[in-house]
């Protein structure tokens, strides 16, 4: 549970710097808030009930998709209010922004809500999940800058919504709380983040990427918890049908660590693999 630390470290700076005039300021901080309960309640019930289980699949998903369905209710009011749009953005197809109308309520539900559960299932190792969601905190304040900038984001054809800039602060928290508490979770660890930390920093990187309207390029930006959240799934998957593994244990990071790979090392190169997926995503502003 001591994600609650990184929750701290997170809103303290936005609540001091950022415009809390700014609506978009608030969705990020109550995503993070709501999701960070969700895991409080998780970890809390592990530690009391002293076992594994905390919530069940079921309604920590249900908990999940009735946040992600407030914050795109909340969007689709904006539009009505010409503060937000519909329009769905792609990466490398500047011209073609389909407007998706009620549609964008369950697509920012899935995109929020995936997030949180990626970064989730990232959390296994020591360093491992907090030093990946650094790296993406860093990309997406760079990314919302741009898309707060009307100039920049005209010059860079990507979409310019106004008001998200202030979202390159909360982003920039997110990179502080990210380092501090790295210091201390580095391998061995002397504090873990828990579900607290894990579905908070997801959710928040959920919502920053659907307010920005950079959700299709979460999937590179976050290529790792991709990676992960897929491993699992493939792993599942194909025990259910063939009664058969695919990896010697899921997520992929135990994969490697089964496989004789030391911890410190798997942590590392799986940051070298996030910080190429980075790269790569900021990249595409210039191939439009």
């Given amino acids: ?6 929750m701290i470290a997170v809103a303290l700076p936005s609540l001091l710097w950022a415009d809390l005039t700014n609506t978009f300021v608030w969705m990020v901080l109550v995503s993070t808030l709501l999701y960070g309960v969700i895991g409080f309640a998780d970890d809390y019930l592990k530690i009391t009930r002293k076992r594994s289980l905390g919530l069940t699949a079921r309604q920590k998903f249900a908990a999940q998709f009735a946040v ?3 914050l795109g209710l909340a969007l689709l009011w904006m539009t009505r209010l010409d503060l ?5 953005s792609l990466p490398f197809f500047k011209k073609w922004t389909p407007d998706i109308g009620v549609f964008y309520v369950p697509w920012a539900m899935l995109v929020i809500v995936g997030a949180a559960n990626a970064v989730n299932l990232t959390d296994g190792l020591d360093g491992l999940a907090i030093g990946t969601s650094l790296i993406a905190s860093a ?3 760079i990314l919302a800058y741009i898309a707060g900038h009307a100039k920049v984001a005209g010059y860079l054809d990507v979409p310019n919504v106004k008001g998200t800039g202030e979202l390159a602060i909360i982003c920039g928290a997110m990179v502080g709380a990210s380092l501090g508490f790295l210091w201390f979770n580095c391998n ?27 959700e299709v390029l979460l999937v590179f930006v976050g290529g ?4 992960e959240a897929l491993s699992v799934i493939l792993q599942v998957g194909s025990y259910r049908l063939r009664g058969k593994r695919i990896f010697r244990m899921a997520p992929i990071h135990h994969h490697f ?4 790979w030391p911890e410190q090392k798997v942590v590392i190169r799986f940051w070298i693999v996030a910080i190429i997926f980075a790269l790569m995503s900021l990249s595409t502003l210039k191939l439009r």
């Fill in 139 to 141: 990309t997406y304040a």
């Fill in 188 to 214: 061995p660890a002397q504090v873990f983040m828990g579900d607290v930390g894990s579905m908070a920093l997801g959710g928040a990187l959920g919502t920053v990427a659907v307010l920005i309207k950079q």
């Fill in 84 to 88: 937000y749009s519909t329009q769905f």
């Fill in 68 to 70: 992600a369905l407030l």
């Fill in 1 to 6: 549970m001591g994600g609650l630390l990184i």
């Fill in 224 to 227: 790792l918890f991709v990676i």
């Fill in 257 to 260: 660590e089964l496989s004789g």
